[in-house]
């Protein structure tokens, strides 16, 4: 069977499982909205939609689930933490360059008390799951049986840009935010690559989302959430700031992924993602 065409029976069944879990969640809640922790359940949904049928394709490509990028041997090992800690890292240096240029503004507390670590541990557990989900999604098995159809580079190249065009359906969206996307997920095909999994990645995108969202309490890729840590503000161009983009926006961005690809390449120079093409 083609690569291809297993890969469009991953995504057939994702969407199946997905539908179904939707017609529950209408069931349960049949109005649209709704408290800020119905987030965390369409979240779950939606990662439960993708990586439950990669169980299937395991035993269907004969392979052990974790070799999808998700090994159980690996999880929230140091690669998941050292990704954390880059992801934040590199967000908070942009921060901090913005507010030098005066486009960026802490301003005072937004929560105050108990809700401040609720909101802060609530946002952790809500961008772990989206991290899953996204990276499991795009490179995980996907990445996986289109490398034994197209090679690395070009399947990371496909998803990449899908990556970057799924992000297309936020409200507050922009052209800039859509390329820094699909850039930025194009590195995280390199952090694959290297580390050998998806834990570094997932890592990072928890991180990066939960800056931005809670504790800098700005715009992710065009959604402003409710419960953020401050009442920050943005000043100046667009180009600079972002603006309803939020970091992602900004031109500034671009450096910032291009620095994490030096820094990366240099830091984990081995190749240890390893795929037969011919089973």
């Known amino acids: 069977m083609y690569a291809g ?21 209408h069931f349960v809640h049949p109005h649209a909205g709704g408290p800020v922790w119905w987030g965390m359940g369409a979240e779950a949904s939606m990662m439960l939609a993708a990586i439950l049928p990669g169980f ?16 159980a041997r690996g999880a929230f090992s140091r690669n998941f933490w050292v990704g954390t800690l880059c992801g934040i890292a590199s967000l908070t240096v942009l921060m901090l360059v913005l507010r030098a240029a005066g486009a960026f503004t802490f301003g005072s507390l937004a929560l105050h008390g108990g809700r401040i670590v609720k909101f802060a541990l609530y946002y952790a557990v809500l961008f772990l799951v989206t991290g899953f989900f996204e990276e499991f999604l795009l490179r995980g098995y996907s990445q996986w049986v289109l490398t034994k159809g197209m090679n690395f580079w070009p399947a990371a190249a496909l998803l990449s840009v899908a990556f970057g065009a799924i992000h297309g359906v936020n409200p ?31 890592g990072f995108h928890m991180a990066w989302d939960w800056g931005e969202s809670y504790l800098y309490s700005v715009p992710d890729s065009g959604t402003l959430l409710p419960g953020h840590l401050i009442n920050s503000s ?8 972002g603006g309803s983009v939020g970091p992602e926006g900004s031109y500034l961005v671009f450096v910032v992924i291009a620095a994490l690809w030096v820094v990366f390449d240099r830091a984990y120079p081995e190749v240890k993602y390893g795929v037969r093409l011919h089973p």
């Open 5 to 25: 065409t297993r890969w469009l029976i991953y995504l057939a069944m994702a969407g199946i499982v997905l539908l179904i879990e939707g017609a529950l969640m």
């Open 56 to 71: 299937v394709m395991a035993r269907i490509e004969g392979r052990p689930f974790g070799d999808f990028g998700l090994p």
């Open 172 to 202: 507050g969206e922009a052209k800039t935010g859509l390329v820094a996307a699909g850039l930025i997920g194009f590195f995280f095909c390199l952090t694959l690559r290297r580390t050998g999994d998806l834990w570094w990645a997932v």
């Open 234 to 241: 943005f000043h100046g161009p667009t180009w600079l700031t």
